[in-house]
T-cell receptor
């Protein structure tokens, strides 16, 4: 049972490049979330999903897209990266039976 | 949306000391969690505590929902307690139980 995993752990992009971050969970959780964490701040919700095939906007969705084609995976895409998207990205998941969220180890993204 | 305020923003302790971290929130909540982010960045869930009191070893937490605050107590602190402590909440009107995080308390425990 690996819990929540994130790929990649680190990435450096140039402005305008695109990339996809992968979050995978093996706990059969219905809900999945993508957050970003900027220096000295708490986490802010980007997008979330309440089940396979569903997605919804969070607090800071602009510049990001997501997909949840399989229950265990939640993908976060940056179509045209900007320096303002330099951040640490965390994925989390939870089951419908509890409100406790379990977090992945994070992806550190730098956009030059 | 709900506002979350944590205090103090920074705290420095000697090993063995006790501490209290506070989380104030602006509206009624049905979800409140405390997290510890260790120096390597990993987020660990400490407590799910929308109301009442819980204890886990040297850590305990109390949420007074009617007065909109929660407290995290750390007793006999150890250097491994260092890191950032986050409070996160979700309100009754929040779909998907989306969490709003405070800005955290940076705790440093010196040997």
């Amino acid at each position: 049972n690996a819990g929540v995993t994130q790929t990649p752990k680190f990435r450096v992009l140039k402005t305008g490049q695109s990339m996809t971050l992968l979050c995978a969970q093996d706990m059969n959780h219905e809900y999945m979330y993508w957050y970003r964490q900027d220096p000295g701040m708490g986490l802010r919700l980007i997008h979330y999903s309440v089940g396979e095939g569903t997605t919804a906007k969070g607090e800071v969705p602009d510049g990001y897209n997501v997909s949840r084609l399989k229950k265990q995976n939640f993908l976060l895409g940056l179509e045209s990266a900007a320096p303002s998207q330099t951040s640490v990205y965390f994925c989390a998941s939870r089951t419908s039976g509890t409100d406790t969220q379990y977090f992945g180890p994070g992806t550190r993204l730098t956009v030059l | 949306g709900i506002q979350v305020e944590q205090s103090p923003p920074d705290l420095i302790l000697q090993e063995g000391a006790n501490s209290t971290l506070r989380c104030n929130f602006s509206d009624s909540v049905n979800n409140l969690q405390w997290f510890h982010q260790n120096p390597w960045g990993q987020l660990i869930n400490l407590f799910y505590i929308p109301s009442g009191t819980k204890q886990n070893g040297r850590l305990s937490a109390t949420t007074v929902a009617t007065e909109r605050y929660s407290l995290l107590y750390i007793s006999s602190s150890q250097t491994t307690d260092s890191g950032v402590y986050f409070c996160a909440v979700a309100g009754y009107e929040t779909s998907g139980s989306r969490l709003t995080f405070g800005e955290g308390t940076q705790l440093t425990v010196n040997p």
